[in-house]
């Protein structure tokens, strides 16, 4: 008679780990706990916010959120739910290492009574050409097709050298955001390697310049919580269980918009999409550092006025492409003011109709301004330091603070070479960012 691989050979207790259980598997870990004989050695989720890991905290479970854990130990039986987004995924890599699967709701309703790893298993699997590969080929082999996601640091190699870098998802060269053609023949192609059915590129406020596949509804949602918010916004559905939604925030010198996808699928390829936000962006800020950077800071950018970090970055570049091609100078002025709330609110509405339209100004934090400018053969600094000067104690004055106005301090970095560009732009993104 064959043995159920449930069955405990010395009367121990039988050893489960519990897979992606959400917060409908997760009320099921009472009755579980309750079952005489059983042992639960593992609680596996995909994040640390997932229901069943943060219930195994909460009970003192041993608990991970990577899966090559399942390798480490011998189950006698997993669970799995039949809600999880990587359900097949998961119970290859449990085939592969001989431990059989059941969904929580059947083994708790059958009293523990789950199948063993036999003929209708295989089925499920897939057909009798899995089942002979399973018994008998490698099984480091399966565990490493079985996860994918494993870090390019894991699979470095043993002589110690570097792991080799993801390959391209557009291997051509990028299309420009004028050329609508091309534009939607990478958005089909994109599409099509991920079973997407549809995707836009969005600029401005309402623009869509590129559009492949039907409109859909839940996509024009997306793209306005990415524009409210300016966040990446990713979502599954569930009625669709397999597939998610993504649209994704993109800015360069002169453009902000976003890219959106609808229905991915299977849901795994969204990083893909990603990865070709970031190649198309990068691309894009290329093409309008070699067509501007020559006239920069002389064409003023299509957002006038006060600039977000994210804007004033590339603004920066374009100072050093300018800079390395005809020597321009600009300076960077890192302006901090003392703490009178009234008095530089008004400055910051006062400030930007006393520049120029090629200034870039931006405030990163409440109380202190970044101010980018061209020096030109009339050097007109000490113009803008006066203005300055004279917004601030008139903004003083108007609050009601006593007289004299604080003083504010001033810092700068000057680029007046091509050998000064990378301490230039080093020190700037310490400042952007709030350093020193």
């Not at 999880?84 to 059958?110: C, E, I, K, M």
């Not at 300016?230 to 360069?252: D, E, I, K, M, Y």
Request: proline share 7%.
């Amino acid at each position: 008679m064959s043995m159920s691989p449930l069955a405990s050979t010395s009367g121990s207790k039988r050893r489960l780990v519990l897979v992606d259980f959400d917060w409908q598997d997760a009320d099921l870990v009472p009755e579980l706990l309750k079952q005489p004989g059983i042992s639960i050695r593992l609680v596996a989720g995909s994040t640390p916010e997932d229901a069943g890991v943060r219930l195994a905290e909460l009970c003192g479970l041993p608990r991970t959120t990577d899966l090559t854990d399942l390798t480490r130990e011998i189950f006698d039986l997993a669970l799995v739910s039949e809600r999880s987004p990587r359900r097949d995924h998961v119970r290859d890599l449990l085939a592969a290492l001989g431990t059989p699967s059941s969904t929580p709701q059947s083994f708790v309703w059958n009293e523990g009574g789950a199948r063993p790893l036999e003929e209708a298993d295989w089925a499920d699997a897939g057909d009798a050409a899995l089942r002979a590969a399973l018994l008998h080929a490698d099984l480091d082999a399966l565990v490493e097709e079985a996860l994918p996601d494993l870090s390019l640091q894991e699979r470095a190699s043993e002589d110690g050298s570097p792991p080799a870098a993801p390959s391209r998802v557009i291997a051509d060269a990028v299309p420009s955001l004028d050329d609508r053609e091309r534009l939607e023949a990478l958005l089909s192609r994109l599409c099509f390697e991920t079973g997407a059915h549809g995707a836009e590129i969005h600029l401005g406020p309402e623009v869509c310049i590129a559009q492949s596949g039907t409109e859909d509804r839940l996509l024009a949602t997306l793209v306005e919580r990415v524009r409210e918010h300016g966040t990446p916004q990713v979502f599954g559905s569930l009625v669709h269980p397999s597939a998610v939604w993504g649209a994704w925030p993109f800015r360069t010198a002169r453009h902000r918009g976003v890219i959106a996808v609808a229905s991915i699928c299977p849901e795994e390829r969204w990083t893909l999409w990603q990865r070709a936000v970031d190649e198309l962006r990068a691309g894009w800020e290329l093409e309008e550092r070699e067509r501007t950077g020559p006239a920069f800071p002389l064409v003023p950018g299509p957002r006038l006025g006060w600039l977000e970090a994210a804007d004033l970055s590339p603004r920066l570049d374009l100072a050093v492409e300018r800079n390395r091609r005809d020597g321009l100078r600009f300076t960077l002025y890192r302006l901090e003011f003392p703490q009178n709330r009234d008095a530089i609110e008004l400055l910051a509405r006062r400030l930007p109709r006393q520049l120029r339209d090629t200034d870039c100004i931006c405030r990163p934090r409440p109380h202190e301004v970044l101010l980018l400018v061209a020096a030109g053969a009339d050097d007109r600094s000490s113009h803008l330091r006066e203005r300055l000067l004279t917004l601030w104690r008139e903004a003083w004055g108007e609050t009601g603070a006593v007289s004299p106005a604080a003083a504010i301090s001033e810092r700068q970095l000057e680029l007046t070479n091509a050998a000064e560009a990378g301490e230039f732009l080093a020190r700037a993104r310490q400042w952007l960012e709030g350093g020193p």
